[in-house]
């Protein structure tokens, strides 16, 4: 069962242009939602990260949108870059600490 | 800090032998969690323990796959008998919620071929 449902699965983006990616839940027990950036070879490392009484939070070329009551949350890249190439995750945790991750987005901007 | 320390990086093996991936977590961290990722599957957790002390299973795919958590500072995830479709990316990745952050820190992973 998938919990964590993300789209698109993957995403082309000319240099300068705004990459959005969106990201939906079911299970209200999440109580923390962060983004994960993942480049070739490597593991994932945390972007941007929010917690679901914040409507937004921004950190440099990076903001998380999050609306509780539709159970979506969706992250802008702006002004994209060739460095921002890379797979994309959002996930969700439970006050457990499990973490569970949507299915990724591939994120190519070109030049 | 070093981060998360994972060995083999790659490993290759044929069908039937056993797998032992090894990880060292961040010191002072105290969760561990062991993923696998695929391009059918994308990132699954395995298992996870707290205070070397295994808290959720369920994701293991089967007898076959095994972890262990002997101390703080050292865990190990084992296939016996690998299979043609256990190969995938696994990786280690490590917590620490009493210093007050959710993050979760990746090593750099072990890629797994069964052949």
């Known amino acids: 069962q998938q919990q964590v449902k993300q789209s698109p699965q993957s995403l082309i983006v000319q240099k300068g242009g705004i990459s959005i990616i969106n990201c939906a839940y079911e299970?209200?027990?999440?109580?923390?939602f962060p983004w994960y950036q993942q480049f070739p070879g490597k593991g994932p490392a945390l972007l941007i990260a929010?917690?679901?009484?914040?409507s937004e939070k921004k950190e440099g070329r990076f903001t998380i949108s999050f609306n509780k009551s539709a159970k979506q949350f969706s992250l802008h890249i702006m002004d994209s870059q060739p460095g921002d190439s890379a797979t994309y995750f959002c996930?969700?945790?439970?006050?457990?600490?499990?973490?569970?991750f949507g299915q990724g987005t591939i994120l190519t901007v070109h030049p | 800090d070093a981060g998360v320390i994972q060995s083999p990086r790659h490993e290759v093996t044929e069908m039937g032998q056993e797998v032992t991936l090894r990880c060292k977590p961040i010191s002072g961290h105290n969760s561990l969690f062991w993923y696998r990722q695929t391009m059918m599957r994308g990132l699954e957790l395995l298992i996870y323990f707290n205070n070397n002390v295994p808290i959720d299973d369920s994701g293991m795919p089967e007898d076959r796959f095994s972890a262990k958590m002997p101390n703080a500072s050292f865990s190990t995830l084992k296939i016996q008998p690998s299979e043609p479709r256990d190969s995938a990316v696994y990786f280690c990745?490590?917590?620490?919620?009493?210093?007050?952050?959710?993050?979760?820190?990746f090593g750099p992973g072990t890629r797994l071929t069964v052949l």
């Open positions: 990745a490590s917590s620490s919620r009493q210093a007050g952050t959710d993050t979760q820190y």
């Open positions: 929010i917690r679901p009484d914040v």
């Open positions: 996930a969700a945790y439970l006050p457990n600490g499990k973490l569970t």
């Open positions: 299970n209200t027990a999440f109580d923390y």
